[in-house]
């Protein structure tokens, strides 16, 4: 369906399996910004504002592409969750959203510069765990090393049997809003 | 995890599929009972009678087994629907589920003859799609042809895009709800 070359300014194995599994063809150049969370933004701006800047790092280098920069982050008690630094930090994320709902907030931001496009929007999904015991934690931990994961999970590995319910689209937990990127995909290639 | 040999009487790629990611080992035997739609049954219950007959099927040939039947489908202004029986049903299928909500209802069945033990239970997931154009229908039907799935759609494919809103567990709507039989299935295992 790819009528503009696109580029996912994003390391993210999950993401490059989402946009392959919609069927588009793409470049991966993963964009060198550092996010820093320090910055005292309101969630879902702090997210947008992460998309904004991948995507923008890449486009100005390839300014005739469709840029795709996305940032997903967990909010949990209003405090803002993203990858664990090492185990023990993980063990410690897992532990507070055990049994509770939490929010996953992905800001997604598409660019393309030489035609003045940049859409900037975010997707919020709430999830709700099982309890998990500390046993569950700890074994999760080790065997699957979720340290390159926002709240310290992968919904779609074995933690999978801890999600009780989630509310809101899927695939923005796994790290794309894919059916809300459509809508505005979908929307920017009809004005070619 | 494994603790009793497990059977999955299912030919469900999905569900095999599923059963791998929480990294459970266990044979595949399909049931061989025929899904009547004429049977007039609430859909809570149609799901979880035809669930029972699969896994007694193969719990019958095999009793010091734990099996493992399951059965879905989707239900739209009080209407069954299971797998559509050619393109044109599929089409129609999508057309009325078009920026609507529907309900997924999975029947499962664990079953260890030799025990007595047998669980049955069922998980219900709303799902709300996109409005859907008839080009897209078209596409995805002729494409994917979705002829093996209840409702005539993958959640999991392309379909992804068309997908606004789970309310409930996600892969339920795929075809097997991982985290209410991971409940069970612990329960069952600590009595040994």
Redesign the interface.
Known sequence: MNQVPLILASGSPRRKF?LK???LDFQVIPSDIYEDFSLRLPSKDFAEHFAKLKAHSVANQFPDRLVIGADTIVVFNNKILGKPSNKEEGTEMLSWLSGKTHTVITGVCLELKDQKICEIFSEETRVTF?HLSKNEIQNYIETYNPLDKAGSYG????F????????????NVVGFP??A???KYKAIISTF
Do not use: E, M
């Not at 919904?155 to 074995?158: E, G, M």
């Not at 999978?160 to 695939?171: E, L, R, T």
């Open positions: 989402l599994q919609i069927g099982q919904i779609q590995d074995w999978s049997v801890c999600v009780k319910k989630v509310n809101g689209c899927y695939y894919l059916s990127f459509y809508q």
